[in-house]
């Protein structure tokens, strides 16, 4: 007999060796885990009902945990390029020209290449026309961030030798940020450990990963009562690595989340629409999911598409994660001076993830699973990175090496009765109603969004905030007036003043809300998304009466005089 998931394994099953020695520790996590990714699974079917038309509540994206998966259930694997796409799609008009293999490497490792003629001076170039909106040039290279433009779920960072400037390292990680913040809220002194044995370097201490006030105070989670994670840290911080700072622990680009690669882009693309839209494109932007100009979004969500098409709903894969492939070493050479029977694959190590896996009924699932890599040659061979070549050419940016390898995500597929309901382009409801978007204490909004994001390249000012998940924050049973932040879409005062109201799921009056202040223009990339957008927030104080029961609440919001939306799921746990 087959029985739907006992729970989320991590991504690569990476948890089962991170807390090796520590049962409790990973019980605790593998719970914690388990329910965030249960409510990313009940978001992915929810879609948006508040802002949008014709994206929600879809019968054909399934939760393993409350849905069974059979042992011929076919796992298809969907691929794309890890190099970023809109270097290679890009209009030559919005780079001034054709750019040479140096400035594409340049345009990939750091986000910015020299102008022609003048290469000490940094240009930044636009985005091409937006294919949803037809507006050309409407936004500077990005997304925005110390590592935002490498946006296809792999990010990367090279450490130099100070003296010739070769490469002496390069790592490369697609290790979503929730398992990180997940990690940091059981076991902080694992996630620094982790840290040093990573990234080969004991100097990191725990410290360097707290987040800081004005004043230099660590900020206090009042989910843990322990410091807050920074996910900028000077250890996961754009893409060079020195001595003293750089590295790449976990993706950092704003859309690089796991949350949005299931829930904002497999699920809304798993509704079919009315008319034939071959081209990726087209669906995408039909169904307005994802960004256009990427690799992932529009081929993840075409192939998706395809799937539920041929009358199966899908869910993405246990493990979820997006994982990176094996490169293609097939065009690499070593220098003469590389010992005799040497193979460039056998500097490219696998630090963190697996080359293979099973699902969960011991069958092998497709491709490798592989989180963190380092290609980097030992000191005491006499060669580094930087004298082996790619295609005759020696390798000068990351980028190269980016450049033969690609990315995978996993989508299983069961069979439905058919026939397939159909429904038009995404667009605009009759009767909108607020968007729950992400959901903090006070005093960690305050501090994520009061704190500005290291720089990047386009000198885009940028806060904190857009570098959190979307994990909801914890309130113990018996607290009461627990100061919290809601952001928002589309939340407005009434016509006399009044503000909106907020309730949550469950038993009637089991967690209540008072709705004490309605913040406007609250600017920021919502995590997940690639931009920055201008929406709301409601300062609440939730009061959790002592017999509700714990897990996690979906969450309502209505302006004055309207009737609640839909319940948004899982933006509250209640322990």
């Known amino acids: 007999m087959v029985f739907p998931l006992r729970a989320f394994r991590s991504p690569a099953d990476q948890a089962v060796r991170d807390f090796s020695d520590d049962p409790a520790a990973f019980a605790a996590f593998t719970e914690l885990w388990s329910e965030y990714l249960d409510a990313i699974a009940q978001q992915a079917i929810v879609g948006n009902p508040w802002q949008a038309s014709n994206s929600s ?74 294919p949803r909106t037809g507006k050309a040039g409407a936004k500077a290279y990005g997304p925005y961030g110390p590592r935002g433009w490498q946006d296809e779920y792999c990010e990367w960072s090279v450490l130099r030798d100070p003296t010739t400037n070769r490469i002496v390292r390069i790592d490369f990680t697609c ?74 622990m976990h993706l950092t680009s704003t859309p690089n989340t796991l949350q949005t690669g299931i829930a904002g882009l497999a699920g809304l693309a798993t509704i079919q629409r009315i008319g034939e839209r071959a081209d990726p494109r087209q669906l995408l932007c039909c169904a307005q999911f994802g960004q256009p100009h990427r690799h992932s979004d529009p081929h993840v969500g075409r192939v998706v598409n395809e799937v539920v098409g041929t009358c199966r709903k899908i869910t993405i894969a246990d493990p979820p994660g997006v994982y990176m492939q094996m490169p293609d070493f097939s065009q690499y ?35 490798n699973f592989i989180l963190h890599a ?145 913040i406007e223009d609250i600017a920021y990339t919502v995590p997940g998304d690639s931009y920055p957008s201008c929406n709301q927030a409601l300062s609440i104080e939730v009061t959790v009466d002592r017999d509700a029961l714990p897990g996690l609440r979906g969450v309502r919001i209505a302006n004055s005089g309207q009737a609640a939306g839909q319940a948004a799921p899982g933006f509250l746990r209640i322990e």
Do not use: K
């Open 175 to 248: 290790e979503s940020p929730e398992y990180w913040y997940t990690l940091w809220r059981i076991a902080p002194d694992v996630v620094a450990d982790l840290y040093r044995e990573t990234l080969g370097n004991r100097s990191i201490r725990l410290s360097d990963l707290y987040v800081r006030d004005a004043a230099g105070n660590p900020v206090i989670d009042p989910s843990t009562g322990a410091p807050a994670y920074d996910p900028l840290n000077i250890w996961n911080r754009g893409p060079e690595r020195t001595a003293t700072s750089g590295g790449a």
């Open 333 to 367: 050479a070593l220098p003469a001076r590389a010992p005799r029977g040497a193979h460039p694959c056998d500097y490219w190590r696998v630090v963190r993830g697996a080359l293979s896996m099973n699902d969960v009924h011991g069958a092998p699932l497709p491709g």
């Open 374 to 518: 380092v290609f980097e040659v030992p000191p005491d061979l006499g060669f580094s990175v930087g004298d082996i070549t790619i295609g005759g050419a020696p390798i000068e940016y990351a980028a190269q090496v980016a450049a033969t390898f690609v990315m995978q995500v996993n989508a299983t597929a069961i069979p439905i009765n058919g026939p397939l309901n159909r429904q038009g382009c995404a667009g605009v409801p009759a009767n909108p109603t607020p968007q729950p978007l992400q959901m903090w204490h006070a005093a960690l909004w305050n501090a994520y969004y009061g704190t500005a994001a290291p720089a990047n390249p386009v000198g885009q000012p940028m806060v904190l905030a857009s570098n959190s998940v979307i994990l909801p924050p914890t309130v113990a049973r018996g607290q009461t007036r627990a100061p919290m932040t809601l952001v928002c879409r589309g939340a407005e005062p009434g016509g006399r003043g009044e503000l909106p109201t907020v309730s949550f799921d469950g038993a009637a009056g089991s967690v209540t809300a008072v709705v004490t202040e309605l």
């Open 57 to 130: 509540n879809t019968p054909y994206y399934f939760n393993p945990l409350t849905t069974a998966i059979p042992a011929d259930a076919p796992t298809r694997p969907i691929q794309w390029p890890a190099l970023p796409a809109r270097i290679g799609c890009r209009d030559e008009a919005d780079w001034g020209g054709p750019l040479s293999a140096a400035q594409i490497g340049q345009l990939a490792d750091y986000g910015w290449t020299p102008s022609p003629g003048a290469p000490d001076r940094r240009t930044f170039p636009h985005l091409s026309a937006d």
